[in-house]
Nanobody
Framework: VQLVESGGGSVQAGGSLTLSCAAS????????MAWFRQAPGKEREVVAS????????RYSDSVKGRFSISRDNDENTLYLQMTNLKPEDTGMYYC????????????????????????WGQGTQVTVS
């Protein structure tokens, strides 16, 4: 599956952005989908994930209450609504997908790990000043 992100940009602190990730296949409802971000000089981190079928959502502590992940199965699109943005939210945001019906959680660690995701978009830049 191919993933294409859009919606990034530059905003002031306290502002909002909504990122989109268009998938080339109509299988996102059956996949774990997630948003990751990477700031310059920092490791990639998971921001939010949504499980296959039931759509259970998980968020990192740093964005909980401010970000919301959702998907439109008819449009094959994943979203990340970001509100009350902070300068520390600055980074490249990536959409990622696991293989069909794979859990979001790594069997060994019980957490969402980027190395488990097989498909990645090219990223969209978010800058908060």
């Amino acid at each position: 599956v191919q993933l294409v992100e859009s919606g990034g940009g530059s905003v002031q602190a306290g502002g909002s952005l909504t990122l989109s990730c268009a998938a080339s296949e109509s299988t996102i409802s059956s996949r774990c989908m997630a948003w990751f971000r990477q700031a310059p000089g920092k490791e990639r981190e998971v921001v939010a994930s949504i499980s296959p079928n039931q759509g259970t959502t998980r968020y990192s502590d740093s964005v909980k209450g401010r970000f919301s992940i959702s998907r439109d199965n008819d449009e094959n699109t994943l979203y990340l609504q970001m509100t009350n943005l902070k300068p520390e939210d600055t980074g490249m945001y990536y959409c990622a997908a696991r293989r069909v019906l794979q859990s979001c959680l790594n069997e060994g660690t019980g957490s969402v790990q980027g190395t488990d995701f097989s498909y990645w978009g090219q990223g969209t830049q978010v800058t908060v000043s």
